[in-house]
């Protein structure tokens, strides 16, 4: 049996209640010889059983998860002075490892940092690794000494930068796509692509994350992260070597070779403004965004990119769309035929989507558009680990090539600061909830 000792600091928190805990259990029954003692941090006064009935609401908690909750308000100097003895009382035996879960506000990682550091054994006999939840600062200067903050206190290789988006399934696999794949890696490149485009629409609007989103706005909130993230596997030449060093720097250099000139639609959805009255009267935050890139990349040069995404849409959706020339063609050339596409969907569905031309069962002229799907789990019938699961499983195998490096954050925070700037003047246009982009 294996023992990791997990603390979550936010641990009463939404992520933590609908992601982390579920995650934690779901490995724990896909591998017997795990025994996860999990301590949660949080301001509520709940004793253990509390937390447990909190996080579970009446379900029965797994035989190998251990539900552990300590009191503490770490806004307060001092609140984490007994976190060692905390994490000591709930240890059965020396751990295999222990994972420190950062689901809190960016701004108290480095008061927590340091609290680890200071109370918490760290030795060469277990591994300590803390997991940092996206966003990381709210510009490239809050992030920059946010960084520094976590790498004074521990090393680059026990550091996580976690964005959820590079876990799912579909994302996951668009290297493997690309690189298996002759077929694909010869034309994927300017010559032969046209537009690549990646969306995340959203049919729900901000909700109760009203004071947080509206200090930060669409771009910040998924172009920053999710979508560039995802840009980057795109983009990125084949790594060097086959290494976690060598994969990182290839999507490093993959969004540093983004050019941003301006193009760019920003919306907010009807209704926001009541949202918002109590708090920010007369907001701007945008919560709909369109830009167009363009890449210095000679593999690039030429093709169009476009990063879309927005609340209160028509479509709960999340896609890459490759779109291919039309040229040259040389026979059964029809004008309005669209392009061949590649579509990579995210959700709600995880499947790979191929457009072409061809001709109906019976017709002899007319082409017509048909797609082409590859859907894993209707084909498998495979049940496709949820993020968290993905996140929490590479973690304490040590495998960082799902996690961001902070060169990679540096670079993303650099293009979302040049597109923040372009829109400080401009007020954001309304739309009307439920319109399809």
Not at 43 to 66: I, Q, T, W, Y
Not at 154 to 173: M, S, W
Not at 180 to 186: I, V
Not at 225 to 232: I, K, M, P
Request: net charge positive; glycine share 6%.
């Amino acid at each position: 049996m294996k023992h990791y000792t997990i603390i979550i600091f936010g641990g009463t928190g939404d992520l933590s209640r609908r992601k982390l805990i579920p995650a934690l259990m779901a490995l724990a029954d896909k591998d017997p010889r795990r025994h996860f003692h999990i301590l949660g941090i949080g301001r509520k006064p709940f004793d253990n059983k509390g937390f447990e009935e909190f996080l579970l609401a009446g379900k029965e908690a797994h035989p190998r998860v251990g539900l552990h909750y300590m009191i503490a308000d770490i806004e307060k100097n001092g609140a984490l002075e007994t976190l060692q003895e905390h994490i000591a009382a709930i240890e059965p035996e020396e751990p295999a490892g222990r994972i420190f879960y950062l689901a809190t506000a960016y701004g108290f990682f480095g008061k927590i940092a340091e609290s680890i550091s200071r109370c918490c054994n760290i030795n060469d006999r277990f591994f300590t690794r803390i997991v940092a939840e996206k966003p990381f600062g709210s510009d490239r200067e809050s992030f920059m000494k946010l960084d520094a903050e976590l790498l004074d206190r521990f090393g680059e290789d026990q550091i996580y930068r976690a964005d959820h988006y590079l876990a799912k399934d579909t994302v996951d696999n668009i290297l493997r796509t690309r690189f298996s794949n002759p077929l694909f890696e010869r034309v994927w490149n300017s010559r032969a692509v046209e537009r690549i485009t990646v969306a995340v629409h959203e049919t729900m609007g901000v909700g109760e994350r009203i004071n947080y989103y509206d200090q930060t706005g669409a771009i910040k909130d998924m172009v920053q992260n999710h979508l560039l993230q995802t840009l980057s596997l795109i983009l990125m030449r084949a790594p060097d070597r086959q290494n976690v060093l060598s994969f990182r720097k290839a999507k490093t250099d993959a969004i540093r070779k983004l050019k941003f000139r301006g193009e760019i639609r920003t919306g907010q959805y009807g209704g926001y403004q009541e949202e918002v009255a109590n708090i920010n009267p007369g907001s701007d935050t945008e919560t709909f965004a369109e830009l167009k890139l363009h890449s210095r990349d000679r593999r690039w040069r030429g093709t169009e990119i476009v990063l879309r995404t927005g609340k209160k849409l028509k479509k709960q959706e999340a896609y890459i769309e490759i779109a291919f020339k039309k040229e040259p063609c040389n026979a059964y050339c029809e004008f309005d035929l669209p392009p061949n596409k590649l579509i990579l969907h995210i959700q709600p569905l995880e499947n790979v989507e191929l457009t072409i031309n061809s001709t109906l069962p019976g017709e002899k002229v007319k082409l017509t558009p048909v797609k082409m799907i590859y859907c894993p789990t209707c084909e498998f019938r495979a049940n496709t680990p949820e993020s968290y699961e993905v996140i929490l499983e590479e973690c304490i195998r040590g495998n960082k090539r799902l996690f961001m490096s902070g060169r990679e954050l540096d670079a993303a925070w650099q293009l979302t600061d040049r597109v923040r700037k372009s829109i400080r003047q401009r007020k954001p246009e309304i739309y009307e909830p439920g319109i399809d982009f």
